[in-house]
């Protein structure tokens, strides 16, 4: 029989890819593993910066919500190594867009870098990274539309995805009393 807290979270195991190994380490140990099935990541049940424990599925008052996958430490606030792996990935985008001028796209990357570090720069970062990638990638589609080197209609649409995980958990990561 699984045993529960009335109330609390259970430990959960991902891999330095974000997967899920499992929400529930306690009541599934033979779920865990040193590497994922999925992407052969290692594995982790920490945050490798403040060691505190990553949070699994919650209980509350014997109901259970199964876990969503964490952005940043809720201890310390660091982006965990999968938020580091979509930030970097975005960062490397935005090096590569036509959509902005030298200025601006230094600006996007420093943004993005603020994304990474977490804490009390994140919202500023988070809506400077939303509107400058509007504004590449709407002078990247079109481009892409023209049919000239550039930003891609596919590449458009993963610089979309990668905003669309790393800025709006950024904001949710942080309490902005707002
Ligand atoms: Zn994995
Ligand atoms: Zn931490």
Redesign the pocket.
């Known amino acids: 029989m699984p045993v529960y807290p009335t109330t609390g979270y259970m430990n959960a195991e991902l891999?330095l890819?974000g997967?899920v190994i499992t929400g529930d380490i306690e009541n599934e140990p033979e779920k865990t593993s040193k590497f994922?099935g999925?992407?052969?990541?290692e594995t982790l049940r920490a945050c490798p910066k403040c060691s505190a424990l990553l949070r699994g599925d919650h209980v509350y008052l014997g109901t259970i919500t199964w876990m969503t996958v964490p952005s940043y430490c809720y201890s310390c606030g660091t982006a965990f190594p999968w938020t580091v792996a979509k930030i970097a990935a975005a960062k490397e985008h935005a090096a590569e867009i036509d959509g902005l001028d030298e200025a601006k796209r230094k600006e996007l990357q420093e943004a993005i870098g603020d994304l990474a570090a977490g804490g009390a720069r994140t919202d500023l970062a988070t809506s400077r990274v939303k509107r400058l990638m509007k504004k590449a990638g709407v002078a990247g589609r079109q481009r892409a539309l023209q049919g000239s080197r550039g930003c891609s209609v596919r590449r458009c649409q993963e610089a979309d995805y990668g905003l669309k995980v790393a800025a709006p958990s950024a904001g949710s990561g942080v309490s902005s009393g707002t």
């Open positions: 891999c890819n997967h994922c999925d992407c052969g990541g």
